[in-house]
């Protein structure tokens, strides 16, 4: 029995909890629970149901599942006894960890510029319809003055002529 197993054991035997209980709460078959504890790993479904195993377990004893996880991860890597597809697959997952990119490593002052070069062009086209929209109104109201004065002075018209 590996180290892993053991004190996965270990840890839930020390709250009290069967392996009944964690099947169960999980509808995690007894046997992968105790493949998992034997660290008999090829007894496991393997790929991503053995992370999901390690979570649930972890979960319902009360343990933090991402280290558990983790750890689980390492005694598998070194036990000689990893499935291939568990290989070509934990091979791809540390390859795409690798392979992304910060975004704050990407050339952003372009961006950055770009971005305010957009800004203020949409600022000088608002900028512009408003100066548009505004000089139109006071040039028809500058244009047509004597016009409300005559209109004004037309309405009082009839007021003023003799009867």
Do not use: C
Not at 53 to 63: K, Q
Not at 142 to 154: D, I, K, L
């Amino acid at each position: 029995m590996s180290e892993f197993g053991t004190e996965l054991r270990r840890e839930r035997e020390s709250r009290g909890i069967g392996l009944e209980a964690i099947s169960e709460a999980t509808k995690i078959s007894s046997s992968h629970l105790q493949a998992l504890e034997s660290s008999n790993f090829q007894r496991l479904p393997g790929g991503v149901f053995n992370k999901g195993i390690v979570r649930g377990y972890a979960r319902v004893v009360g343990l933090d599942e991402d280290a558990w996880v983790e750890r689980f991860m390492a005694a598998y890597q070194g036990s000689g006894q990893l499935k291939d597809d568990d290989a070509s697959w934990i091979e791809f997952a540390e390859n795409v960890g690798k392979n992304r990119t910060n975004v704050g490593d990407l050339p952003n002052k372009r961006l950055r510029w770009a971005g305010v070069a957009l800004l203020l062009t949409l600022l000088a086209v608002l900028g512009w319809f408003v100066w548009h929209y505004v000089s139109n109104k006071m040039s028809a109201q500058v244009a047509h003055p004597r016009t409300q004065e005559v209109s004004a002075a037309a309405a009082d018209l009839p007021h003023r002529l003799p009867h």
